[in-house]
C-alpha cells in the first residue's frame, strides 16, 4: 500500500503494481507544506478521484461491529466480570493505553484488534481468577455521534452520523470535496484540536485501505486546500491530475497510482523550471527518479523501436541463463522455454523487477525524510518533555541510518494470480527457480535464528521455543511469515499455539519484529509501519 510520511500517492502499476504491492513499501501522505501552491486542473483533464462521491456514501451508515479496528487512547471498554467476583462498568483506555481491571491491575489494550478484544482482556483476567469468574469485555461502537466537517467541501457543517461510520460517509454528507480548491490526500481529523488522524484517500481509490477510526462527539474533519498537481496522459489507464504534497515529487511516484499501458516506455515531460519551459524525452526507467514541480505535464510514450528484451534465469533450471525474447513477450512464453530441474518448486518461482525495485526505494525514503521532520519538529512543553523528546529523536535517527541502508529487492509476486502468465516481461528481469524446500528459518528477535527442518505438527510457538524462545525486544503480539513465493502472512498472538496448516509451509521465513517503545504513539506507528515493509520488501528484520 501507499504507509512515510512524505508518501505522496497511492498504488499499483498495472498488474506489476497490483502483484508488487504484496511487497512493495506502500506510500501514504507526507506532512503538509501549506507553502505549496495548488494547481489548476486543465481542461479535460478530471481530478483523480473526482468521481468518488457519487457513491451514494452518505445514504449508508454502518452501525455495526468493525473487527479490525484497533484499540486507541481515550476508547470506551464496557467490561463484566461475574462468577465468582463481579464487576460491570465502561472503562476508559488510559493515556498509556491501559484500562485498569479490578484486583487484576493494568491491562494494556491500546492496539488490540476490536475482535480479539474480548480473548485479550479475558486471558489477562484468567492469570488472576484461574476458576469461576467469566469475562466479557467490548468496544463501546456505533454511538450516535455529531461530526463537524470542514475545509475545502462543498457544504461544510456539523452533520449526524455514528461513531463507526467511516469518514466517507460524513465528507459525502457535505456533498464531497470541492475538486478544484480541495485536497484528495490533506485530509485530517482533529479532537480537541489535536491531529489523532491524517488521511489520503489515494489509498482508498487504489488499494481500497481506509484507516479504522471511531469518531466521537465533537470530532472535527478538515479538507485541506489542493496541493500541487501533476498532469499524466497519454499511454496509461487513466489520465488524471495527479495531487502531491511538498515541493515536488518523482514520476516513479506518479506512476504508483497513474497505472500506465504495460508496453509504455518512454516519458515526455513538460514543466516550467526556473521560469523556464523545459521538455524531456526520456526511457521510462530512466524517467522514474525525475523530478516534477507543480504543473508539470507527463505524456508517456509507447516507442515501438525497442525490438526485444533480455531476461535472467536462474536456479533449478537446466539450459542458458539469460533468454532474449519480442518486446512484448509475456511470462507464459517465458516459462514454456525454460528447462526444469526435478526438484524445482516450479508454485514459487520469483521474478525481481529493476522499475519496482525504484519504486521501493522511492517510497522507502521518502517514509524516512517524513519520520525524520516528525520528529524533529516536535515541540516539547517542559523541562521532562524536551529531556524525553531529545534521547527519542536521537533513538530514532540511528534507526533512520540503518533503514536507509535497506536494498529493496524488487520482487513482483506472481504467486495465486490467474493473471500472473499474461502480465508483459520487462528488459532486465530475473527469474529465480528455488529448490523444493524442506525447512523453516526463525529470523529477527530470537535467542538464536536458525533454520529447523519443517514438520507440520508443529506451532508456531514450538518453532520459536527452538530458537530459543523470544529475545527481549521481541514484538509478541503478531508475526510475519514471508513465504518462498513472495506472499506473507500476519498471524495474531492467539494461533502461536494452534497449528497453521498451509499458512505455514516449508521454505518460509518466521519473521519476530523488535517491539517499538516510543513516548509519541504516532512515532510507533510510522516506525513499526516502516520495520514491516522493510522486512517484506528485502527479506531482513531490522534491529530497533
Known amino acids: 500500500m501507499i504507509t512515510g510520511k512524505v508518501r505522496n500517492l497511492g498504488l499499483g502499476l498495472g498488474l506489476v503494481a497490483t502483484l508488487a504491492c504484496q511487497t512493495a513499501f506502500a506510500l501514504e501522505t507526507q506532512l503538509v507544506d501549506d507553502t505549496v501552491p495548488a494547481e489548476q486542473p486543465p481542461s479535460g483533464v478530471p481530478v483523480f478521484g473526482q ?65 480479539a478484544l474480548n480473548d485479550f482482556v479475558l486471558r489477562h483476567v484468567k492469570r488472576v481468577f484461574k476458576n469461576n469468574v467469566q469475562a466479557y469485555a467490548n468496544l463501546e461502537a456505533s454511538q450516535p455521534v455529531k461530526v463537524f466537517v470542514t475545509g475545502y467541501v462543498n457544504n461544510p457543517g456539523l452533520y449526524n452520523g455514528f461513531s463507526s461510520d467511516s469518514i466517507l460517509y460524513y465528507l459525502d454528507s457535505a456533498d464531497g470535496i470541492d475538486p478544484k480548491s480541495g485536497s484528495f490526500i490533506d485530509i485530517k481529523i482533529l479532537r480537541q484540536g489535536k491531529l489523532i488522524q491524517r488521511v489520503n484517500l489515494y489509498n482508498f481509490l487504489v488499494e481500497g485501505i481506509m484507516p479504522p477510526l471511531q469518531l466521537r462527539s465533537g470530532d472535527v474533519v478538515v479538507v485541506g486546500a489542493r496541493k500541487g498537481s501533476v498532469t499524466v496522459d497519454g499511454a496509461v489507464q487513466q489520465a488524471a491530475q495527479m495531487e502531491f504534497i511538498g515541493p515536488y515529487t518523482q514520476l516513479g511516484e506518479i506512476l504508483l497510482v497513474s497505472k500506465p499501458d504495460p508496453q509504455a516506455n518512454f516519458a515526455r515531460i513538460t514543466q516550467v523550471m526556473n521560469d523556464v519551459q523545459q521538455a524531456n524525452y526520456l526511457p521510462l526507467a530512466e524517467a522514474m527518479t525525475a523530478r516534477l514541480y507543480p504543473g508539470a505535464q507527463v505524456e508517456l510514450v509507447r516507442d515501438n523501436d525497442v ?11 537446466d539450459g542458458p541463463a539469460t533468454y532474449v525474447l519480442p518486446y512484448g513477450a509475456t511470462l507464459e512464453e517465458l516459462l514454456a522455454q525454460l528447462r526444469f530441474r526435478e526438484n524445482a518448486d ?7 523487477r529493476k522499475s519496482v525495485a525504484i519504486k521501493q526505494r522511492v517510497a522507502l525514503d521518502r517514509s524516512l525524510d517524513a519520520l525524520q521532520m516528525e520528529v524533529l519538529t516536535r515541540q516539547p512543553n517542559t523541562d521532562l518533555e524536551k529531556t524525553a523528546q531529545k534521547d527519542n529523536a536521537l533513538m530514532i535517527q540511528n534507526f533512520i541510518r540503518q533503514a536507509r541502508k535497506a536494498e529493496p529487492r524488487g520482487q513482483v509476486v506472481i504467486a495465486d494470480n490467474p493473471n500472473a502468465a499474461e502480465m508483459l516481461l520487462e528488459d532486465g528481469d530475473e527469474i529465480v527457480v528455488p529448490l523444493r524446500a524442506s525447512t523453516v528459518s526463525i529470523v529477527g528477535e530470537v535467542i538464536f535464528p536458525t533454520s529447523l527442518v519443517f514438520n507440520k505438527k508443529r506451532t508456531l510457538e514450538n518453532y520459536i521455543d527452538l530458537a530459543g524462545g523470544f529475545a527481549n525486544n521481541a514484538n509478541r503480539s503478531e508475526l510475519v511469515i514471508l513465504h518462498l ?26 519473521m519476530v519484529m523488535p517491539k517499538i517503545q516510543s513516548s509519541e504513539l504516532q512515532v510507533t506507528k510510522d516506525v513499526t509501519e516502516i520495520l514491516y515493509r522493510i522486512a517484506v520488501g528485502t527479506a531482513a528484520v531490522l534491529s530497533f
Open 51 to 115: 468521481p468518488l462521491f457519487q457513491g451514494g456514501f452518505k445514504d449508508q451508515p454502518f452501525s455495526g461491529f468493525n473487527p479490525d479496528y484497533r484499540i486507541t487512547i481515550g476508547d470506551q471498554i464496557n467490561l463484566q466480570l461475574w462468577g465468582a467476583y463481579s464487576f460491570s462498568a465502561s472503562l476508559p483506555v488510559d493515556p498509556k493505553g491501559n484500562i485498569f481491571v479490578p484486583e487484576v491491575g493494568p491491562v494494556h489494550v491500546a492496539g488490540v484488534k476490536n475482535g
Open 307 to 317: 525490438q526485444s528484451i533480455s531476461i535472467k534465469v536462474s536456479g533449478e533450471l
Open 346 to 352: 516450479q508454485k514459487s518461482i520469483q521474478l525481481y
Open 485 to 510: 513465493d513472495g506472499t506473507i502472512s500476519r498471524i495474531d498472538d492467539k494461533d502461536f499455539d494452534n497449528r497453521l496448516g498451509d499458512r505455514l509451509r516449508p521454505g518460509d521465513e518466521i
